[in-house]
């Protein structure tokens, strides 16, 4: 069995009342005897009630070790290092965001967190649905990772519900005239041709392909060739191949090298210098500009990606074939991207045309099923007794 006792600090005014004395805050220490051994070490903490736990997960190996939200929040971020970089900085924004509620609920051990807690944290985020499931699912990651290290005994975020049927925002395709505007709007921003010529690349590459803006940020010259653009994207790591239209062929020709990249550079849009991140920011700040300068209301660059999609699937795509040009899966663009068109409703409506008889062909054939094929109405017996 262990006891705790207070290490007194030379300094402390109650090192003369004895070990036992514990309206201080000096060092909680642990003496006895654990496993047949002599056990005397620091709990390195200074609060009596958690050397308390902390004495109990020693005693007991089964039980959850004692571990601070702080520290095990920090582990899960280097787990995610294999994560993109966006991915990892919304796992941490999040655990930023739950650190600091556990810091004003003075929650400082993952043994403390209950279902209540995590309902109280989810009520103050003044964040949307669709944000709010995102984070729970979120939560949950971190938690269960906590429950296979034995950081706590159960996953507190699985015992909340999730909404059901939250619609995401909807997002319009451009219209033609939309896309007219944004790119006329590439004429009129920076101060020279090298903004501007770069920015009309990048849209064009946005209608053309609707690629990323972190696949065009870090686009490399050696992936055009013979008419048409070879990326892996940054999301999914899988190889797409697009043509490309001569009208934005022509805009990738007309680029300058960019700053500091040298004679020879080797991307289109970024020096090879800053990080991915700043390469990143620069293509999201210079296409900013472009929609605020088009005045086209709602612009931003993942609206391409409907767009794209909605003229694809209008014109008699499988979902097969716009989630390899996007580099999606099948499911994501049936749940996204699936849009109604008039394209589509044309294409539907050619496919439902009655036959060239009008289906008349005989006068038993079901009417309005389109096939012109005559059914055979079976006749049935009572079923006697």
Not at 53 to 80: C, M, Y
Request: positive net charge; contains cysteine.
């Amino acid at each position: 069995m262990l006891s705790r006792y207070r290490r007194h600090l030379k300094t402390c005014p109650h090192a003369g009342r004895g070990r036992d004395y514990s309206k201080c805050s000096c060092p909680v220490w642990c003496d006895g005897e654990l496993h047949g051994k002599r056990y005397r070490v620091s709990l390195d903490t200074r609060d009596w009630a958690r050397a308390d736990k902390l004495i109990a997960a020693l005693e007991d190996p089964s039980a959850p070790r004692v571990k601070p939200v702080t520290e095990a929040t920090k582990a899960f971020e280097h787990h995610i290092t294999s994560l993109g970089p966006s991915t990892q900085r919304k796992y941490k924004n999040v655990l930023e965001e739950f650190r600091g509620y556990c810091e004003r609920a003075r929650v400082h051990d993952l043994a403390e967190l209950t279902v209540e807690h995590l309902d109280e944290y989810r009520a103050g985020r003044k964040i949307s649905l669709v944000t709010s499931l995102k984070e729970l699912q979120t939560l949950r990651q971190f938690f269960s990772f906590c429950f296979e290290r034995k950081w706590i005994g159960a996953n507190p975020a699985k015992a909340i519900k999730t909404p059901r049927n939250i619609k995401p925002v909807e997002i319009i395709p451009y219209t033609p005239n939309e896309v007219a505007k944004i790119i006329s709007a590439c004429d009129e921003i920076g101060r020279g041709p090298y903004e501007r010529r770069r920015a009309r690349a990048m849209i064009l590459l946005l209608d053309n392909t609707a690629l990323r803006i972190s696949d065009i940020a870090m686009l490399a010259r050696d992936r055009i060739r013979d008419g048409q653009i070879v990326v892996r994207t940054l999301k999914t790591g899988q190889a797409v191949r697009l043509p490309l239209w001569p009208i934005t062929q022509v805009a990738l020709d007309a680029l300058l090298p960019p700053r500091g990249s040298g004679t020879e550079p080797r991307h289109c849009f970024w020096n090879g210098v800053t990080s991915p991140r700043a390469a990143v920011g620069i293509a999201e700040r210079t296409l900013a500009a472009v929609f605020k300068k088009s005045k086209v209301v709602g612009a931003h660059a993942h609206r391409f990606r409907h767009t794209l999609a909605t003229r694809l699937i209008g014109s008699g795509a499988s979902f097969e074939d716009v989630a390899d040009i996007l580099g999606n899966s099948p499911a994501i663009v049936r749940a996204h991207y699936a849009k109604w068109s008039s394209a589509r409703q044309d294409r539907i409506n050619r496919l439902m045309q009655p036959p060239p008889d009008g289906g008349s062909a005989d006068s038993d054939a079901t009417p309005g099923c389109g096939t012109g094929t005559p059914v055979v109405h079976e006749k049935i017996s009572p079923v006697t007794h």
